[in-house]
């Protein structure tokens, strides 16, 4: 059996605050907003997992109110994510995300955060697919107001 699920975050870019992306840090004047480190790119995918096992959101699994997730680093969200998928009898099948945003440029960044992403979820890089497009100065993301991410995923029943 198989089932799909379809994730979207966004977080607002200020100064003061340091870039984390797909797992990884990116050298960049501002840094994403949030409770945890806001890697957006983490918590789209957390979502999509979440949204095809029917388990709910990543805010219901570690909400923001909740101080011990203050600071937290998404990959240890995204871990966790990928054990509860476990417990419920599936496995990724593939993920596939798209980050929007002018800069910093993600494409050079796309194969670190792969690697990332894929041992975090115990998967091949193959079964990981980051894309980057802007929203040519459109919107928040075009006016460099924020980063937003949009995630898909597949997951597959164990054999």
């Known amino acids: 059996m198989f089932r799909i699920g379809m994730g979207f975050d966004v977080h607002r870019l200020v100064e003061g605050r340091e870039l984390w992306l797909g797992g990884i840090k990116i050298p960049h004047e501002l840094g994403l907003l949030g409770h945890s480190d806001a890697d957006v790119?983490?918590?789209a995918l957390c979502d999509a997992m979440l949204g095809a096992a029917n388990l709910g959101d990543i805010g219901h699994h570690f909400p923001d109110k909740d101080p011990k997730y203050k600071g937290i680093d998404s990959k240890i969200l995204l871990a966790e994510v990928a054990k509860l998928i476990d417990a419920e009898g599936y496995e990724l099948g593939n993920a596939d995300l798209t980050i929007c945003c002018e800069q910093p440029k993600i494409n050079p960044h796309i194969a670190a955060m792969k690697a990332v992403l894929a041992q975090c979820l115990n998967c091949q890089e193959q079964q990981v697919s980051i894309k980057a497009t802007t929203t040519e100065r459109?919107?928040?993301?075009?006016?460099?107001?924020?980063i937003a991410t949009y995630a898909v995923a597949l997951l597959k029943r164990k054999a």
Not at 138 to 146: A, H
Request: no cysteine.
């Open 41 to 43: 790119a983490i918590h």
């Open 138 to 146: 459109l919107g928040y993301t075009g006016r460099g107001e924020g």
